[in-house]
Structure formats: C-alpha cells, structure tokens
C-alpha cells in the first residue's frame, strides 16, 4: 500500500536558520512521482516541486533544495537561511503510475513557523 | 479569475441537510480534482475528473456523496443527508490533463463545510 510519513508535526525556528523537512514514502510501484505542496494560511495548497523515481538528482532552487533518496525512500526538503514568509504547512505527497489518475496521498503535513 | 475558484467559501450546515460545493477550474484545463482535509484524515482523494471519461471515483466515502462536472468545465461536489463527520475543507484542483500522473495541481482555497 501507498503511505507518506511526515514524523515532524511542527517546527518552529528562528529566521535565517537552515530547517530540514522530513518526509518517508511507501509503495510497490516502480514508476512513483514525489511532491511537495506548501500550504500557506490563505489554504490554497502550492505546488513546489514534483520528482520521478527514475530521477535521483537532487535539486536545488533559490533558497529550496531536495534529496531524493530511494535507498532509504526519503524525499527530504531543506530551507536554507529560511524567512517569516516560509511560515506554512508543507506536504509531501506520492502518486503511483499504475493508479492511471494523479491520486496523490499526503502526508500529515508539517507545520513549519519561523519566528523573527 | 486565473485560478480554480470554489464557493462557497464557507458553509454551515444542520446534519441532515444536502449541501453542493462548487469548483471552476482554470480555464484550458481537462482534469478536475476533489480531496478533502479534515483533522482526523488529513488531505484525502475523493475523486477525478478528466475530459469526457467516466470519472474516478473511487475516493468517495460513502454514497452519500456524489459529484458531476457539466460541459468539461464547472464541478459541483454534492453530500446529502450530511452528517458531523463531513466537516472539513472540500479542496478542488485542476491541471492542464496533458499526462495522467505527475502533473501539478493547481487547488482552489477550499470550502470550509461545518456541520452542526
């Protein structure tokens, strides 16, 4: 079965620290997508980043950065020198090819406040 | 508007009572997507649209639900007989419908639904 574990429920850090978000995915499949949706107060959830399992490249953009790792099937997001205006919740989510429709499954989300 | 619209975006209710949430995706868009957030469930997979397929609704949790998408644009998302446990944010989400899998979503800012 399908299954996205975000451990951190919340995280709370000052400005500029760099802050690691956690996220460990479960499935049978061989071809998967990996995304991270970040959900700001206003509630609409925002695409970030999506990855491919064929792809283990890490990717970095601007301040963001992933590691994609399938040996230990972790898709970890890293905001480096983070800012008041990243204060969110951040979801990870799965979705399998064999399902034919961009079910995604989430995690529980974390709940990340920088403080000033 | 540029993108996915919902309405209402709150909506209370008396348990027993139907209620329709509504979704207009982006425009250009083919694929339509309901999920649900609750505290108990997290964000969930109710059911996809796309084009003129049969919709996918194998994320719907009881037959108390039901959602059409008339003329490959607008959704309405229908629970009758609505009980407590159906408070949540009803989320819509498009995309383009190009691929069937690792698209990224575009949601709405959700309707709050509370049942009383």
């Known amino acids: 079965a399908q299954k996205v574990t975000q451990a951190q429920t919340e995280i709370s850090v000052v400005e500029k620290e760099d802050v690691t978000l956690d996220c460990v995915y479960e499935?049978?499949?061989?071809?998967?997508?990996l995304f991270w949706y970040k959900q700001p107060p206003s509630g609409e959830l925002v695409f970030l980043i999506r990855r491919n399992s064929f792809d283990e490249q890490n990717e970095i953009s601007g301040r963001y950065s992933w590691n994609f790792q399938k040996s230990t099937s972790s898709f970890n997001f890293t905001i480096t020198a983070s800012q008041v205006v990243d204060s969110a919740v951040y979801f990870c989510a799965l979705s399998e090819a064999r399902q034919g429709a961009q079910k995604l499954v989430f995690g529980q989300g974390t709940r990340l406040t920088i403080n000033p | 508007g540029a993108g996915v619209s919902q309405s209402p975006s709150n909506k209370v209710t008396e348990k027993g009572k139907d209620v329709e949430l509504r979704c207009d995706p982006i425009s250009g868009h083919t694929a339509l997507y309901w999920y649900r957030q609750s505290l108990g469930q997290g964000l969930e997979f109710l059911i996809y649209f796309q084009g003129n397929s049969a919709p996918d609704k194998s994320g719907l949790p009881s037959d108390r639900f039901s959602a059409e998408r008339t003329g490959g644009s607008v959704s309405t998302l229908t629970i009758q007989r609505t009980q407590q446990e159906d408070s949540a944010v009803y989320l819509c989400?498009?995309?383009?419908?190009?691929?069937?899998?690792?698209?990224?979503?575009?949601f709405g800012s959700g309707t709050q639904l509370s049942v009383l």
């Open positions: 499935t049978r499949d061989t071809t998967y997508y």
């Open positions: 989400a498009s995309s383009p419908g190009l691929y069937t899998t690792n698209e990224k979503l575009f």
